[in-house]
């Protein structure tokens, strides 16, 4: 921020800023999501519970998806037996994403306070899937984790550690700030990933440190990943301390946390990507879908009135087709 900027101007939203700490050889990320995310939100009215951990996925799909160069998508998916059954979120190369959850609005009205049920109390049991998919199966890759009870967070270290083997940290917040406007929804999440250069460094996790002096910590551990390091365990302590609402503050631009983190050691950021949400539904699309279904299938889809009208999960637009055109059209394309 300029030095005469004024003090509790609104930081840059919808924005992913990519960074570097060389005296600690981490690389990282820091996503801030405003009025997009307020959008999907808002579009669907959902239930509060529900709109915060899709806010987290959002959150940490757009963080993980600026990495792919300019073209390709990431997708993060869950199937899982909570009140929440089904989280979707698309990050579309280079710059826009959407998202939609299933939800059980009757298990979420019996629950005693809904409001407080944690991230994983919410999804339940299943599973967790990411995949980047570059637009070749060559270049399609899927990792899967366990969804037991733990919080996105944890399972964002799941997959790393298990599917690409790199010690990561994450961090995510959601919640509702004040505007001008009123409430709004706002997301922000961090990832720090340990990348030394150094192949002595590289190869500590797999030394034994031998006998340790009494009292002194012996850093390759399981609460450390694996890693004997100094500078991976001053990472890990550092992101410990990152409180939500510095993740939400509005007036908090992402380069000033870093400094609030990083400024014994010093942190190089770089080019901000920006993003905003986008839907990849078109009627093409929509009757490429009703082509792939059994024609009893489409026949049952059709109103009283005799309409056919499919709505997009993601945006809420509302498709509407002529059966016996339908049918034509379908014909015609086989």
């Known amino acids: 921020m300029a030095e005469n900027d004024p003090i509790g101007a609104p930081a840059p939203d919808d924005r992913v800023l990519p960074f570097a700490v060389p005296a600690l050889d981490i690389r990282g990320r820091v996503v801030r999501l405003g009025a997009s995310l307020d959008q999907i939100l808002e579009r669907h009215r959902y239930p509060e519970p529900v709109a915060r951990v899709l806010g987290e996925a959002a959150a940490l799909t757009v963080m993980l998806g600026t990495t792919l160069k300019s073209e390709g998508r990431f997708q993060l998916q869950t199937k899982s037996d909570g009140p929440i059954s089904m989280l979707v979120v698309d990050f579309n190369a280079p ?17 005693i306070d809904a409001d407080a049920l944690s991230t994983g109390e919410l999804l339940g049991r299943g599973h967790l899937a990411m995949t980047v998919d570059q637009g070749s199966e060559a270049t ?16 964002g270290h799941q997959y790393f550690r298990q599917s690409e083997q790199i010690p990561s940290r994450i961090r995510l917040g959601v919640g509702t700030v004040l505007t001008g406007g009123g409430l709004a929804w706002r997301a922000g999440g961090l990832i720090v990933q340990f990348m030394p250069n150094s192949p002595d460094r590289m190869r500590a996790a797999d030394l034994h440190p031998g006998d340790a002096p009494e009292g002194h910590e012996i850093l390759a551990s399981e609460d450390n990943d694996g890693i004997a390091d100094d500078a991976w365990a001053e990472t890990r302590s550092l992101v410990g301390t990152i409180e939500d609402h510095e993740l939400l503050d509005p007036t908090l631009e992402s380069e000033r946390l870093l400094y609030r983190l990083f400024h014994e050691r010093g942190a190089h950021v770089f080019e901000p990507v920006l993003v905003h949400d986008a839907c990849r539904c078109s009627r093409e699309r929509v009757l490429g879908m009703l082509r792939g279904f059994p024609p009893e299938d489409r026949k049952a889809m059709i109103a009283d009135d005799g309409s056919l009208a499919v709505t997009c999960e993601f945006c809420s637009r509302r498709y509407g087709f002529d059966p016996a055109e339908v049918e034509a059209e379908i014909s015609a394309g086989e």
Not at 95 to 111: F, G, I, P, S, V
């Open 140 to 155: 399609r890759y899927q990792g899967v984790v366990a969804l037991d009870g733990q919080s996105l967070e944890e399972a």
């Open 95 to 111: 710059d826009n994403y959407r998202a939609m959850a299933h939800y059980d609005a009757d298990r979420l009205a019996q629950a």
